[in-house]
């Protein structure tokens, strides 16, 4: 990611933003989609779009719902929410996709 966002022009804390929220999203997949199962894939993709950078991550596992409780875990939702300028997500028997979108801040 961080490769193809030097690569666009897009570095420094707004590089920075964009790979923490793709790593916790990525991680995400990794913990939770495939827990109690086999391991499986994991999709990414970025797209340039004049003003605005627009990422995907998908698994094809499981949705697993936070549990609510109160814990030193379970905040990778909210710090994506708040770092991208725009975050979606959907669930669904066949896998998991979050959704962001940047600014597309050359430094």
Same mark, same amino acid.
């Given at each position: *990611?961080?490769?193809?966002?030097?690569?666009?022009?897009?570095?420094? %804390?707004?590089? =920075?933003?964009?790979?923490?929220?793709?790593?916790?999203?990525?991680?995400?997949?990794?913990?939770?989609?495939?827990? /109690?199962?086999? !391991?499986? #894939?994991?999709?990414?993709?970025? +797209? #340039?779009? @004049?003003?605005?950078? +627009?990422? /995907?991550? =998908? /698994?094809?596992? %499981?949705?697993? !719902? !936070?549990? @609510?409780?109160?814990?030193?875990? @379970?905040?990778? #939702? !909210?710090? *994506?929410? $708040?770092?991208? /300028?725009? *975050?979606? #997500?959907?669930?669904?028997?066949?896998?998991?996709? %979050?959704?962001?979108?940047?600014? $597309?801040?050359? +430094?």
């Amino acid at each position: *990611m961080q490769a193809w966002l030097t690569g666009v022009g897009v570095s420094g %804390v707004s590089a =920075a933003d964009i790979v923490l929220v793709v790593n916790e999203a990525c991680t995400n997949c990794v913990e939770h989609a495939y827990r /109690d199962g086999e !391991p499986g #894939l994991m999709r990414v993709g970025a +797209d #340039l779009d @004049g003003t605005r950078i +627009d990422v /995907d991550v =998908a /698994d094809f596992g %499981v949705w697993q !719902p !936070p549990t @609510g409780e109160i814990t030193t875990r @379970g905040r990778g #939702l !909210p710090i *994506m929410g $708040a770092v991208a /300028d725009r *975050m979606e #997500l959907e669930h669904s028997p066949t896998g998991t996709t %979050v959704r962001f979108s940047f600014a $597309a801040r050359r +430094d």
